[in-house]
């Protein structure tokens, strides 16, 4: 048992979980790992425990769990205690060690389980200690270079002599004068700590602490026999920390420890720091590459990864403080923008709920200049903690995206979206009737209707096509659905009812139970050709895409770091849009000018018959019946779009009206203007608050939910523009199949059941 080590995991941030059994499991949390053996001193357990979790020696209580017993705990006070709990091990598998506050046991003396020598509380427990019996490492191997992982199985260890390399080495050499010698001076003892770790790898070798609590740190070479060793205290009278003594001979070998040195997340973090911050996508491979290459320690992808977490953390801050913040941080947005709305609800637990903000340079946008339309969509947030962002986007004179409110929730489900939208018409509080085009699903239908009474619904066509689209599949070839979406598309884009008819009979005849679903979609809510409302020619939700890409570049960062990085790109955007307005000389926004001169152009090959009153036959390809006084035609262009089509146009130029005048106010620059005439004005100090603003506020703590292990998901769904073809086998013409795989003979039953759609597979919306 003497020559045998066992490797001890680490972990410290996650919870403990009571059973249906009763007994005590621990959660979640990162990992360390420390090798023990009978040898150990106790007093060398505690050090490297306390340097690896900066915690205090002196104030440290060490207990762990017998085999097979998870109710009684065994209180570790001497160093015959720790080998009594490596023999105790036994055949088990593992064992559990909890490192306790003596400030926590205190506290707490009566939830603990029963303990020999005392009664603690679990939850105040600050590290605990997993070590699997059967990771059995030769002592000549490198036990303590790196952090480990895996809990249940022996971990592999990469030993990198990469600092007697002379390129691992010309990266480390800026640190072989970190430590100078005795009367060297600190600011504190992680500085003290920082500066010997560096130096280390510079000169190659490994250490551990023999003594590392508030008042001293005696540090010694970790090869056995070597008398290398440093001692360093607090300067009397000063918070200084100073180096007392110090050794610098090394009989390993040279000074070279083929054992390696530690690389722990927080060293390999501050190392990538600036690199991360210049460059946000520093990939972990890339991270790992380098840091092989220039110092010569081999990561695991897992390690780079968690050390760019930290990285990450030490540049925008901890999410989780970001939480505590969001009172103030709400307080600060409505103080710095006046007008604005900034609202968060939390659960019993005070975990957060959900948030919403709309600025007041937004909401008096959309009511002075937009029109009265408004998207609802949303989209993924893959930060730690989860959750989605809604979003309502308004559209400008220009055609251009105008964020006007939008909220993180943790869920896309009913409830929030219904709690949005009352949010929502607190912000813009209209009396105007609004048009949305939003999904028909989620609640978006009922939430509607009894928020905004009199609004009009224009179900999103995209996520209707979606829909159609996930029914079809399996039951027709790829060029059978895409004939069908397409026609889907032609129908609701027909201004004109004979148009809308003759795209859905297209349906009808590859599949009559598609043109009953089709017809059962409640058309009055996504067709041109019965839609009430003012679309103007907009029938997909996604219509704000450049908002949600830039909540794609902030989405890893703390809640309100990502919130505020919003706030200045729309900041940005009102300036931007502001100046460049200001240089135009025309009546109406580019698009729309553009437009009405491209109808202009058409409209002098058309025949204009005069009429008595306001009424106007206007031949060309068609003939189409214009009303200038009521500002409609036949065609219904000038109604969908705003701006007068090629017929009304031409009516003008025969009666000497001017085009100018029919065209929708909201393309006007001077509406244009309006709408970017507020500015939102930046929330300083977000991410410091004062602490009696702070001690005042509501308690906010992280959602439970996780962002779950391993990459997020990047697979987009299957565009209905572009649909995948099917696998179809050439023998019996069957889907989903190929030739060899074939269980029928003959294919004629197969191609009969495929020209016709199952009602099983349609279902109305």
Same mark, same amino acid.
């Given at each position: 048992?003497?020559?045998?080590?066992?490797?001890?995991?680490?972990?410290?941030?996650?919870?403990?979980?009571?059973?249906?059994?009763?007994?005590?499991?621990?959660?979640?949390?990162?990992?360390?790992?420390?090798?023990?053996?009978?040898?150990?001193?106790?007093?060398?357990?505690?050090?490297?425990?306390?340097?690896?979790?900066?915690?205090?020696?002196?104030?440290?209580? @060490?207990?762990?769990?017998?085999?097979?017993?998870?109710?009684?705990?065994?209180?570790?006070?001497?160093?015959?205690?720790?080998?009594?709990?490596?023999?105790?091990?036994?055949?088990?598998?593992?064992?559990?060690?909890?490192?306790?506050?003596?400030?926590?046991?205190?506290?707490?003396?009566?939830?603990?389980?029963?303990?020999?020598?005392?009664?603690?509380?679990?939850?105040?427990?600050?590290?605990?200690?997993?070590? +699997?019996?059967?990771?059995?490492?030769?002592?000549?191997?490198?036990?303590?270079?790196?952090?480990?992982?895996?809990?249940?199985?022996?971990?592999?260890?990469?030993?990198?002599?990469? #600092?007697?390399?002379?390129?691992?080495?010309?990266? #480390?050499?800026?640190?072989?004068?970190?430590?100078?010698?005795?009367?060297?001076?600190?600011?504190?003892?992680?500085?003290?700590?920082?500066?010997?770790?560096?130096?280390?790898?510079?000169?190659?070798?490994?250490?551990?602490?023999?003594?590392?609590?508030?008042?001293?740190?005696?540090?010694?070479?970790?090869?056995?026999?070597?008398?290398?060793?440093?001692?360093?205290?607090?300067?009397?009278?000063?918070?200084?920390?100073?180096?007392?003594?110090?050794?610098?001979?090394?009989?390993?070998?040279?000074?070279?420890?083929?054992?390696?040195?530690?690389?722990?997340?927080?060293?390999?973090?501050? @190392? @990538?720091?600036?690199?991360?911050?210049?460059?946000?996508?520093?990939?972990?491979?890339?991270?790992?590459?380098?840091?092989?290459?220039?110092?010569?320690?081999?990561?695991?992808?897992?390690? #780079?990864?968690?050390?760019?977490?930290?990285?990450?953390?030490?540049?925008?801050?901890?999410?989780?403080?970001?939480?505590?913040?969001?009172?103030?941080?709400?307080?600060?947005?409505?103080?710095?923008?006046?007008?604005?709305?900034?609202?968060?609800?939390?659960?019993?637990?005070?975990?957060?709920?959900? !948030?919403?903000?709309?600025?007041?340079?937004?909401?008096?946008?959309?009511?002075?200049?937009?029109?009265?339309?408004?998207?609802?969509?949303?989209?993924?947030?893959?930060?730690?903690?989860?959750?989605?962002?809604?979003?309502?986007?308004?559209?400008?004179?220009?055609?251009?995206?105008?964020?006007?409110?939008?909220?993180?929730?943790?869920?896309?489900?009913?409830?929030?979206?219904?709690?949005?939208?009352?949010?929502?018409?607190?912000?813009?509080?209209?009396?105007?009737?609004?048009?949305?085009?939003?999904?028909?699903?989620?609640?978006?239908?009922?939430?509607?209707?009894?928020?905004?009474?009199?609004?009009?619904?224009?179900?999103?066509?995209?996520?209707?096509?979606?829909?159609?689209?996930?029914?079809?599949?399996?039951?027709?070839?790829?060029?059978?659905?895409?004939?069908?979406?397409?026609?889907?598309?032609?129908?609701?884009?027909?201004?004109?009812?004979?148009?809308?008819?003759?795209?859905?009979?297209?349906?009808?005849?590859?599949?009559?139970?598609?043109?009953?679903?089709?017809?059962?979609?409640?058309?009055?809510?996504?067709?041109?050709?019965?839609?009430?409302? #003012?679309?103007?020619?907009? !029938?997909?939700?996604?219509?704000?895409?450049?908002?949600?890409?830039?909540?794609?570049?902030?989405?890893?960062?703390? @809640?309100?770091?990502?919130?505020?990085?919003?706030?200045?790109?729309?900041?940005?955007?009102?300036?931007?849009?502001?100046?460049?307005?200001?240089?135009?000389?025309?009546?109406?926004?580019?698009?729309?000018?553009?437009?009405?001169?491209?109808?202009?152009?058409?409209?002098?090959?058309?025949?204009?018959?005069?009429?008595?009153?306001?009424?106007?036959?206007?031949?060309?390809?068609?003939?189409?019946?214009?009303?200038?006084?009521?500002?409609?035609?036949?065609?219904? %262009?000038?109604? !969908?779009?705003?701006?007068?089509?090629?017929?009304?146009?031409?009516?003008?130029?025969?009666?000497?009206?001017?085009?100018?005048?029919?065209?929708?106010?909201?393309?006007?620059?001077?509406?244009?203007?309006?709408?970017?005439?507020?500015?939102?004005? +930046?929330? +300083?100090?977000?991410?410091? +608050?004062?602490?009696?603003? !702070?001690?005042?506020?509501?308690?906010?703590?992280?959602?439970?939910?996780?962002?779950?292990?391993?990459?997020?998901?990047?697979?987009?769904?299957?565009?209905?523009?572009?649909?995948?073809?099917?696998?179809?086998?050439?023998?019996?013409? %069957?889907?989903?199949?190929?030739?060899?795989?074939?269980?029928?003979?003959?294919?004629?039953?197969?191609?009969?059941?495929?020209?016709?759609?199952?009602?099983?597979?349609?279902?109305?919306?």
């Amino acid at each position: 048992m003497a020559t045998r080590k066992i490797i001890a995991i680490c972990q410290s941030g996650g919870e403990f979980v009571t059973n249906n059994d009763g007994l005590l499991s621990y959660n979640g949390g990162d990992a360390y790992a420390i090798d023990i053996d009978h040898e150990t001193r106790l007093s060398e357990f505690k050090s490297e425990i306390a340097e690896m979790f900066n915690c205090n020696v002196d104030t440290m209580i @060490i207990k762990y769990f017998l085999p097979g017993n998870k109710k009684t705990l065994i209180t570790i006070s001497k160093d015959k205690d720790l080998q009594r709990m490596v023999s105790f091990i036994g055949d088990a598998n593992t064992v559990d060690v909890f490192v306790i506050s003596e400030e926590g046991a205190a506290r707490n003396t009566s939830n603990m389980p029963g303990s020999r020598s005392s009664r603690t509380t679990v939850s105040e427990a600050v590290v605990p200690v997993v070590a +699997p019996i059967d990771a059995v490492v030769d002592a000549a191997q490198c036990i303590d270079q790196f952090e480990i992982d895996v809990v249940n199985e022996a971990p592999t260890l990469s030993v990198c002599s990469g #600092a007697n390399d002379d390129k691992h080495r010309k990266a #480390a050499q800026q640190w072989e004068n970190t430590i100078t010698g005795v009367d060297q001076r600190f600011n504190s003892f992680s500085e003290f700590r920082e500066a010997l770790h560096k130096y280390s790898i510079a000169h190659g070798f490994a250490y551990r602490y023999k003594k590392n609590d508030s008042h001293r740190v005696t540090v010694k070479c970790k090869s056995q026999g070597c008398p290398w060793r440093i001692y360093a205290s607090r300067l009397s009278t000063t918070q200084l920390i100073c180096i007392k003594k110090m050794n610098t001979n090394h009989t390993c070998e040279g000074s070279a420890v083929k054992a390696g040195y530690r690389a722990t997340r927080g060293w390999v973090g501050s @190392i @990538i720091k600036e690199k991360l911050k210049a460059s946000p996508n520093y990939k972990p491979k890339d991270i790992a590459d380098d840091i092989k290459r220039e110092y010569g320690i081999q990561l695991n992808y897992s390690q #780079a990864w968690r050390a760019k977490e930290i990285a990450r953390e030490q540049l925008q801050g901890s999410y989780k403080e970001a939480y505590t913040q969001l009172p103030f941080f709400c307080e600060k947005i409505k103080e710095t923008n006046p007008g604005s709305f900034a609202a968060f609800t939390t659960k019993e637990d005070s975990s957060f709920h959900r !948030l919403f903000v709309s600025f007041h340079a937004s909401i008096s946008g959309f009511q002075q200049g937009c029109r009265p339309l408004l998207f609802l969509d949303r989209t993924p947030l893959n930060s730690k903690y989860q959750g989605e962002l809604l979003a309502a986007t308004a559209v400008d004179g220009d055609d251009g995206i105008f964020p006007v409110a939008f909220a993180v929730v943790d869920a896309e489900n009913e409830d929030n979206w219904h709690w949005f939208l009352q949010e929502l018409k607190l912000a813009v509080s209209t009396s105007e009737q609004i048009t949305f085009v939003a999904d028909f699903q989620n609640g978006l239908k009922m939430s509607l209707c009894e928020i905004f009474e009199k609004c009009y619904h224009g179900y999103c066509l995209r996520h209707l096509a979606e829909k159609l689209n996930k029914d079809l599949k399996g039951q027709f070839s790829h060029e059978a659905r895409r004939f069908m979406i397409n026609d889907f598309y032609a129908a609701a884009y027909a201004s004109k009812l004979e148009t809308f008819e003759r795209s859905i009979e297209n349906i009808k005849g590859i599949s009559p139970e598609a043109y009953n679903w089709v017809i059962q979609s409640e058309p009055e809510h996504w067709a041109n050709a019965f839609f009430d409302g #003012a679309r103007y020619n907009h !029938l997909t939700s996604n219509f704000g895409q450049q908002f949600y890409s830039w909540v794609s570049e902030a989405h890893e960062l703390p @809640i309100t770091q990502m919130i505020d990085v919003l706030r200045g790109k729309m900041m940005e955007t009102i300036y931007t849009r502001r100046v460049e307005s200001n240089q135009w000389v025309t009546k109406l926004t580019p698009s729309k000018e553009e437009m009405l001169q491209k109808e202009t152009s058409v409209a002098r090959s058309l025949q204009v018959l005069l009429s008595q009153g306001s009424t106007f036959e206007v031949r060309g390809e068609s003939v189409d019946i214009v009303d200038i006084d009521h500002w409609d035609c036949s065609c219904k %262009g000038w109604q !969908l779009t705003g701006v007068p089509c090629c017929h009304a146009i031409a009516v003008f130029e025969c009666v000497g009206r001017n085009p100018y005048d029919y065209c929708s106010r909201y393309f006007t620059v001077e509406n244009y203007r309006l709408t970017y005439a507020e500015s939102i004005h +930046p929330v +300083p100090n977000v991410d410091r +608050p004062v602490q009696g603003e !702070l001690a005042l506020a509501v308690t906010v703590t992280p959602p439970p939910t996780k962002r779950p292990p391993g990459r997020p998901k990047m697979k987009q769904v299957e565009s209905i523009d572009l649909i995948k073809r099917q696998l179809q086998c050439s023998k019996c013409k %069957g889907l989903g199949h190929n030739r060899k795989t074939c269980k029928n003979g003959i294919g004629i039953y197969i191609e009969a059941k495929c020209t016709s759609l199952s009602s099983s597979h349609l279902q109305p919306l």
